[in-house]
């Protein structure tokens, strides 16, 4: 209802982050970890943001930030890491852009349509962290394609 309300079908609702966030907490949770999740829609508003007890400042605005840079890349954030690899100065460069170069950070993709982000943090190894927003859209949302691999250091 509130969709027709709004015209706005190509949003991710409520509901659905609800599901995510409470996912990617039970699985950080097998690791005995806290999490940061954050679901934003396609324009870069916050949805549903979660902050595991005992995480801090910097882990929420690092969730952020890997969010917002798969949203506004349409890619995993973790397209800019590889490429910090290759290129010293990616860091820099994107930060003006307010990108970073952590990884975390996935693009919600139902149907070919780009309808939000996810992206964890807080969990302490960056792999741990997208694992646990792909392993979350996937159990939510279904398939998700596989993650991309690490760039080994020049």
Not at 13 to 22: G, Y
Not at 46 to 53: F, H, N, T, Y
Not at 65 to 70: D, F, H, N, Y
Not at 96 to 118: E, S
């Amino acid at each position: 209802k509130a969709a027709d309300r709004l015209h706005d079908h190509v949003s991710i609702n409520l509901a659905t982050a609800e599901k995510l966030v409470a996912a990617c907490q039970a699985i950080a949770r097998k690791s005995d970890s806290a999490v940061v999740v954050v679901v934003l829609d396609p324009q870069g508003l916050p949805v549903l943001e979660s902050r595991g007890d005992g995480e801090g400042w910097i882990q929420v605005k690092a969730t952020e930030a890997k969010t917002l840079t798969a949203l506004r890349t349409r890619a995993p954030s973790h397209v800019l890491t590889n490429r910090a690899v290759r290129d010293p100065f990616t860091s820099s460069n994107m930060a003006g852009y307010g990108l970073t170069t952590n990884k975390g950070g996935l693009p919600i993709i139902v149907n070919g349509q780009l309808i939000g982000a996810m992206g964890a943090g807080g969990i302490g190894s960056a792999a741990a962290e997208e694992a646990c927003v792909r392993d979350a859209l996937e159990q939510v949302i279904g398939p998700q394609p596989p993650l991309l691999p690490d760039l080994p250091a020049r």
